[in-house]
Structures are given as structure tokens and as C-alpha cells.
């Protein structure tokens, strides 16, 4: 039997603690309480609407439906989609757009396009660990720099880079609504981090699969709109967490001079994304349904954000602190009484609750003090049964037992 | 602005004539005949069945064929396709397998586990670009060997391998039905392949998009079977060719010890396959659909190929020579009055007919008297008529024009 040649890259392609403790989690049986997933509550995903235009855009009128898609993005789709951003943050034009399997493929294209091995790439720390698991499999060297409740703290990374003692090729973040965390990077901190990147010769990768689930605040620009069209920041976008997951859609917005390379690097990674679902996507948002389903989406997280917030007030006020997110899916809890959150997985699930514990967000298996709860995907009654089965957990883990 | 810091594996993502030719091809308006791209005939995807399917698998009783899937592929269509496989040359088991976004995504999961930036890469000459660019996205260096009718002529590796200073890291091939050639490697050289494989220590990458579309001939085993469990050889098969290219469903078969790292690699690219299109390909597999769906596919495109060499006798006898394939898509035709194919290319859109230029199937650019024809997407009328149109574009290419 042969010994296999992988790849010195193979190292790179880790699983991470989420993928350990999502197959722990898929193998219980009894009743849990699952805060642990970044997906969209079931009943968030429109899957009577979709089940409708599928009879449509998929019916037997629609032969077309299941041939190769042109690599850039069926055209239906791309026409839908400037048109849906006109006016938001994230307005576009045709010539820097690129839909992609979901936001994974978007970070999967840049850091691809960007990294060579032994590159520096900048991640948050905590951060979404396939972002970064992306950037090792092409050997980047990661550089974690903290957050802070205004996201990543900007301030510091000069310090950082001299003492790396090199500039960052890339700088990965996801300003808005931050997984795990939950900030989101203030104005000044997105302008000076712009001014940095383009100081440093650097590409910014900014990840942002929930910046149209605001429910609290006021808009703070994206990336793009502060670097006012300067070609350094690849911007990644996902219909993943505002239709849904499994459809794989979502989009690039970059460089002009990019999308050559772009479509050239897609062809060789999935020759096109999958045409049934672009079509869905695409008949559901020329159908002006996103707007009023976006707004729902909004009041309901609004709702579950302050029905969990209200939990760990009650149940763990004494032993942990939180984040305040305005957005998106994600709070992220540190307990203050010395229990590690790796450690007290098992112990949770036993007691009926996932979490993600917080190693997981960082490749150097920081924040064993924390874990990452999504308020998204569970009503305020479960809510609030979750976390006192956490607290329990938690004193038992504190116990020792 | 910004000059963007392109990472140097980014001249490795390289367009390819193909792409050229074929956006060409888009902006033409006149009616052509199309021999280009290597897509099922429309009339081949049961496009009627699959929204029968889509009616109920996608309808709003299955809410949760929306969510994401498991990263290994969704536990239907793993059970159906197992099933489906059972007593032909690519049986295989549960621990083996891997659903992946169509063939493409699984030369991109081997390429990206076993090749190592310089790292030698055996592909066939002439190969399929999307491969061996996939390859060179990962800085592979390329060794072109022959082929000639019964495929790689795999007697000739050692000789370009001693050559070549070094062993090869990957052997790439498309062992049956070759794209662009159509021809099909004889078991004797499969036997061989994998001995040297073995000896070498380098991983077959086996490319097998049309295996099921034999219409001629006896059955050549698979490599993996010649191979018998041993760990080298990694299999891609997709359901592009036989179900429906815009799904992107496709699988790889591996060694079990494989399966953790391809799923790790596959989360950092895309998270997992489209679940809509796997519930769809699943059901069509569980009606039972699929063999006399391949029954008829195999009648026609026999029908369609001998179309096709009638039509190359008929018009083309006097100053060209084509293969013979007993399945699959594609001939390989060979001009012998010296004109140069990639500069024929807008002389027979011209005309009114598409094909691929030769050079576009080899990353140095070989085969300038050299065509590919895709016989299986145009009917034997349509076939004639863009034979004798290729034809007088030859002609007129011979006198300079």
C-alpha cells in the first residue's frame, strides 16, 4: 500500500475545534438547545416562496435552468442583484461583480488570488476560523490582532506589523456584525485601516455576510465606500444568512481589473456556480420580496438579540460578560469565574446546550475563557432554557465535575 | 491608487484559448453551429423529470432543502449513489466518498492536497485545460506525454520522466473517452499506470466525466479496480455529462484516509455543495430514472457520432484524419494540409461554425493542426451542415484568405 505525497499545503487544510464539536453535536440524541451554528433560524428561510418560484423558474418551461452558467454569474442574477444594492453601501456595477458558491468561495477566490506561501495575512482575533483556515491552506503565516467593541482596534496594527517585522499582504476582516464577536468596526477605524492597507501595499478582505440584518444603530460605510474605489478592497457578500444557506450563492465585488483573473480562477475551482439556484435567488429578489423578508428578519433578530441578552443577565450575570452586536447572528460571552469552554463542551451538550467555545475562533487557540452563542436560530423560550442548562454546565464545570 | 500585490501563483490562473474562443463565440449573433463547448445536447437533460422532482423534493413540505448540507455531501444522495454504483467498475463505500461542486471542484480538492508549488505534474497531451489549469494554480510544472488511440501512451513515462531529472508528484489523466481525443486507455496500459505510480509514489489523478456513456465496445475497468484498494489512485466523477451540468454535483472516490482532510479542504472552499441540486440528483437516482435515461443518452450520441464521421468523410476525407471514440463527447480531428486552427477560428465563426482549437488542450501550445468537435450536442443534420462549413473555412484558411 502506497504512502500518499500530500502536499506540504495539506497541513494547512485544518479542521477546526467547530468541526469537532459540530460532530459531537450531530451525534446526540436528546433534546439540545443549538446556539452553536451561524445558520439562519429554519423558519427565517423562505422556503415556501422559494418552493414556489422553483415550480417556475424550474418547471418544465425552464430547460434552460440546468446547462452550464456563464463562470461571472448568470446574467438574470447579476441584473437582479445591482439592482437590489442601488443606494445601499454596497452599490456596485456590473464590471466588479462575480457570484460565487456563497461567501465561502469569495474568500476562497481572494486569498487564492493574494497569498503565497509563507505571506502574512492579518486576522481579528476571534475570528470566522474558515476564513482563516482559507489563508493557511495557501500557507499564509497568520497575524492575530485583537478587537474590542468597536471591532478590530486598528490603532495597534502598526505596533504589530514592526514587530512582524513585515507588511501584511493581506488584511482579513469582517467589520460588520463581526462572527464571533459581534462588533462592529467603527468609521474611523474602517478609514485609518484603509489608510494603512494603502500605506502597506496591502489587500483588505472584507467578509460581510450580515451587514443587511441591522437591527439596531445607525449604517456605518463599508469598506469599499470609505476606500472611495480604491482597488484594494475585495469585497465578499453571501445570500447564505439573509435567503439561505444551502443555496450557495453569493458575490465578489472588486477591481475591474480583477474579474478576468477572477473567472479564469473560478473556472478552475467549479467551472460555474450552480445555475438551478442562481435562478431562485434571482426570480426572488426581481420579485421585490427581499426588502419586506429583510425587514422581518431584522425585528425577529432584534427581538431574540434582547430575549438572550435578557437570559445571561438573568443566569450569568454574576460569573460572565457579553457583547451588544446590532446585528447579525452572534453574541460572544466571557466568563469571568476561570472555567474553560473547551473543556465544558461535553459537559453542555450533556446538559442540553451547544455552544462554539471560543479556541475555535483563533488559529492559536486563544479565548479558552470564551464562547460564541447564536441568538438567531432559537425562539426566547428556548433562549432562555439554553442558558440556564449553560449556567448549570458552567457550575458544574466549576465544581470540577 | 492601489497597485494590487497579485500573489505570484496568480500567473498561474491562466485563461485559456478555450475561454477566448468561447466569449467569442457569445458576442456572435449569426447562426452557428456549435461543436465547441462540451455540454450535453439540451435535449439530453431531462429537464421535464427534474422539475416533476423539484415540484416536491424543493416544494414547501421540504423546508429543509435550504439549509446548509453536510461538507461530505447530504446522507440521501450518498445512500442513492452508492446504490447506483453498486456492481459497476466504480463500486465504492460510504468512507470513500466525497460529493463535490461537479467534477471540477474534485480536481481542485486533489490538486490542492497533493501539489506542492514545483511539483511535477504529468498530464496527457492534448489535456483538459480546466485540469491541468487547476494544476498550475497551484504552481505545478507540467510534463506533457502523448497519447495516441489507446490513450496515454504510459511505455513512454519513464523515458520523459528520466528526462525530466524527477519523479511526478501527480499523474493526471482522463482515462476514458479522453477530452479533448476521445480515445480511451487500453487495460494493459491502466496495468502498467499503476505500477509506475506505485513505484514513483506519485498520486493518479482519474478524470472520468464520461465512463457511463459507453456506446461502443467492452468495458475497461476503472483504475481503481485495476489498482485494488490501493490508496493512489483518486477518483472524479461528476453528473455534469449524464444528469445536467448546472446542478455542479459531482463526486470523488478516495482512500478512506483521505476523507477528514478533503473535508476540511472542501469547508475552506465552499462550505458544502449546493443542497437543492443534491436533493434534486438523489431523487432522480432513487426513481430509478437513471438507466433508461443512460440507455437512451448512449443511443443517441452513437447515432450522433457516426453522424459525425459520415459528415468528416463526407466534406473533410482528402485533408483530415479523426479519432474513433466508443463513448463520451468529443473527436479529435487532425488537419494534414498545414492550415493552423487557432487562426482559422474567426474564418469559421465566420462560416457559421464553433469548434476548440487544438492549442487550447495543451498548456504549451501545441496542436495548431489540430480540432476538437463535441458531436454530442448537435443533431446529424446540424452536424453535416457545420462539417461542410468547416469545410469552406478550411479552404479558405488553404488559400490564405
Redesign the interface.
Known sequence: ??????????TG???SVI?SSTSLLASQTHDIVRFA?G?PA?EA?P??V???I??TA???A????????ATEGDPPLREALLKVLEGTSDATTADRLMIT??G??G??LGF??????G?LVIVESPTYT?GS??A???QAELLEAPLDDDGLIVEQLPDLVAQAGRTP?VIYTIPTFQNPSGTTMSLRRRQLLVEL??RW???IIDDDPYGLLRFEGGPVPSLREVAA????VFSVRTFSKII??????GWVDA?P??Q??M???K???????????QR?VAEFLGSGALAGHLAGLRDEYRHRKHAMQQALSDHLGDIAHWTDPQGGFFLWVTLTNGVDTQQLFETALAEGVAYIPGPAFSASGRFHDALRLCFASTTPERTDLGVRRLRRAIDRGAAGQ
Open positions: 500500500m502506497s504512502v500518499l505525497p500530500l502536499a506540504a499545503r495539506a487544510l485544518v479542521g468541526d451554528m445558520s429554519a428561510v422556503s415556501a422559494l418552493a414556489e422553483a415550480a424550474l418547471g418544465a425552464a430547460a434552460d435552468a440546468y446547462g452550464y452558467a458558491a456563497g465561502m468561495q474568500l476562497d487564492k488570488m493574494f497569498v503565497d506561501p505571506d474558515n483556515s482559507t493557511l491552506s495557501y499582504k492597507a494603502n501595499g496591502s489587500v474605489g480604491d482597488p484594494l439561505a444557506p444551502g443555496l450557495r450563492v477591481d481589473g480583477l478576468q483573473l473567472i479564469n480562477a473556472q478552475a475551482m467549479d467551472t460555474c456556480t450552480n445555475l438551478p439556484a431562485l
